[in-house]
């Protein structure tokens, strides 16, 4: 089983910026990719950004130049970031961490983390 473990979020003002961090746990054997997700309010959950295993990054467009995802290379201890600056009221969500990968050398998994909580005020 794999646990994620977010943490970072918090109220801020506009203009200002967070880290959030999430860290994967158990029996993982490999990771395909770690990502981050919003859910504003009464919206679906959206994506943010994803890395892959391999540092590849994609974030979305309208996210670009503000959010940046990063991994803890070279420490490798199945933590992802998400830092996000010049944050603007309608950033205000719950984030979510998902993980995929593989654990106990044989079963695919996808996790979510159990969101945390930005709020940006003007």
């Known amino acids: 089983q794999v646990q994620l473990v977010e943490s970072g979020g918090g109220l801020v003002q506009r203009g200002g910026s967070l880290e959030l961090s999430c860290r994967a746990s158990?029996?993982?054997?490999?990771?395909?990719?770690m990502g981050w997700y919003l859910q504003a309010p009464c919206r679906q959950r959206d994506f943010v950004a994803r890395i892959s295993d391999g540092r590849r990054t994609n974030h979305a467009d309208s996210l670009k130049g503000r959010f940046t995802i990063s991994r803890d290379y070279p420490k490798n201890t199945n933590t992802v970031y998400l830092r996000m600056n010049s944050l603007k009221p309608e950033d205000t969500a719950v984030y979510y961490c998902n993980v995929r990968g593989v654990s106990d050398y044989v079963t695919p998994f996808d996790s979510w983390g159990q969101g945390t909580q930005v709020t940006v005020s003007s």
């Open positions: 158990g029996s993982i054997t490999s990771l395909a990719d």
